[in-house]
């Protein structure tokens, strides 16, 4: 029995007669993902009273649970959040058998590392002296750290368009080929700089009882970070110990890419990437988890504070405890300079959290097209 059939006939709400249709259609959508398949079955899970919107709005990349049909409560015990999950995984494996230079890792340990990628110790140290000009920013920045439209940065410019980072990025993207893919890498790509902190992110001006702090995390759970924070807090001050990049999580429903060139090295002290290479496979398992994580997200927002609300926005976050029940284990991605790694956001990662204050320079970016399910 399929992931989707087996799922939900555990949830005993079709009759034998649905979970057979349900199957039939799982089975074809399989080895072909067709929007005429997808809309046959999203009928018998949400029934027949979708309108065209809705439909173009399930068989978009739309992960907030803000949009309806996406926060009905309703269809998504019937599966509806579930069946994007599976339908969109069906489409990436098909489109990336259907891409020859790919590489066979995106899809199975969702890493793929490239080392010495400009193997030019010249070019590499001018790249990093551009990198030094931009503010200190991590996420992008209209006119300020956009690669594509910043001027005077030759070099930069030269990794954007010229290096081969370009096609290595593409490779491992649904529908790698399409105009919207290659518009989203110019778009997308530009100057990292994280500033990280030790302890889960906090400033280094905030005054606390540092060794009793670090004692503390490193037995609680994620849901007694929260009640640190007040413990440790100063004249009421509040104080956010938890970034929440740093809480694991899976970025959205379907296989999409994340990209860091790092042209210098960055250690387990630095706070690196963290990423459970098992988690990219889409398990009975997982399938669980989404299912009901979907539930909580679609019924006003009942699930634990500590996930915070990239939570509901379809990010969903993960307790240690949950990993471990899940059998997912976190391992930080450490890489010496001039390396590109590409990584398959779907699967479970996080900011690593830093041992010493540090900046950590990278080109960074994303893509993640409009319809995966189409």
């Not at 080392?115 to 000009?133: D, G, H, Q, T, V």
């Not at 989203?184 to 990292?192: E, G, M, R």
């Not at 405890?321 to 990662?349: K, Q, W, Y």
Request: aromatic share 8%; proline share 4%.
């Amino acid at each position: 029995m399929s992931l989707l059939t087996t799922v939900l006939k555990s949830k005993k709400i079709y009759s034998k007669d649905e979970l057979s249709q349900i199957e039939n259609l799982e089975n074809s959508l399989k080895d072909r993902v067709q929007v005429s398949l997808v809309t046959k079955l999203m009928k018998i899970i949400c029934g027949d009273n979708l309108s065209n919107k809705d439909h173009e709005v399930i068989l978009s990349a739309h992960k907030r649970f803000d949009t309806f049909p996406i926060n009905s409560l309703r269809m998504n015990r019937r599966g509806l959040h579930l069946a994007r999950l599976v339908i969109s995984n069906y489409k990436s494996s098909q489109d990336q058998k259907n891409t020859p230079t790919h590489n066979p890792l995106f899809m199975t340990e969702g890493i793929v590392t490239y080392n010495n990628f400009i193997n030019n110790p010249l070019r590499i140290s001018s790249i990093i002296e551009e990198i030094e000009k931009f503010p200190i920013l991590q996420d992008k920045s209209n006119g300020e750290n956009i690669i594509s439209t910043v001027s005077s940065i030759p070099n930069l410019t030269w990794l954007l368009q010229e290096s081969g980072m370009r096609q290595s990025v593409l490779d491992h993207c649904i529908c790698n080929s399409s105009e919207e893919a290659q518009s989203l890498y110019l778009s997308n790509t530009f100057v990292q700089r994280v500033k990280n902190f030790p302890q889960l992110g906090l400033e280094s001006s905030t005054k606390l009882r540092i060794s009793e702090f670090r004692k503390s995390v490193e037995t609680c759970s994620d849901e007694e970070l929260h009640e640190l924070s007040r413990k440790f807090s100063r004249n009421q001050e509040k104080i956010d110990i938890v970034d929440h990049q740093k809480i694991p999580h899976s970025d959205i429903f379907f296989p999409a890419v994340k990209y860091w060139y790092f042209p210098q090295e960055v250690l387990v002290e630095h706070g690196p990437l963290t990423y459970a290479k098992n988690s990219v496979t889409l398990t009975e398992q997982l399938a669980e988890h989404y299912y009901q994580a979907s539930l909580k997200c679609s019924d006003g927002e009942k699930y634990e504070s500590w996930r915070g609300p990239d939570h509901r926005e379809g990010s969903f976050r993960f307790s240690r405890d949950e990993l471990d029940a899940i059998g997912v284990r976190m391992e930080p991605i450490t890489v010496s300079a001039d390396t590109l790694i590409c990584g398959n956001v779907f699967g479970v990662h996080s900011r690593g959290d830093a041992r010493i204050e540090n900046i950590r320079n990278a080109v960074h970016g994303s893509i993640r097209i409009n319809t995966p399910i189409s």
